[in-house]
């Protein structure tokens, strides 16, 4: 299937990219506002993913 070729795919796609992006970003900051021991690993690898996600396109 070539998203490209049918715009209505690529909406869902961008769609469902933007929800991700949401979801992450309420997810870093309830790690942020409880911050341990346990959670300072999956802060950083959220940050990474925060930063992979600006330069998606």
Same mark, same amino acid.
């Given at each position: 299937m070539n998203? +490209? *070729?049918? @715009?209505t795919l !690529?909406? +869902?796609s961008r !769609?469902?990219?933007n929800e991700r992006i949401s979801f992450i970003r309420t997810y870093v900051e309830r790690l942020k506002k409880? @911050?341990?021991?346990?959670? *300072?690993e999956q802060v950083e690898f959220i940050n990474s993913l925060m930063k992979?996600?600006?330069t998606f396109r």
């Amino acid at each position: 299937m070539n998203t +490209h *070729k049918n @715009p209505t795919l !690529r909406l +869902h796609s961008r !769609r469902d990219m933007n929800e991700r992006i949401s979801f992450i970003r309420t997810y870093v900051e309830r790690l942020k506002k409880n @911050p341990n021991e346990v959670f *300072k690993e999956q802060v950083e690898f959220i940050n990474s993913l925060m930063k992979s996600a600006k330069t998606f396109r």
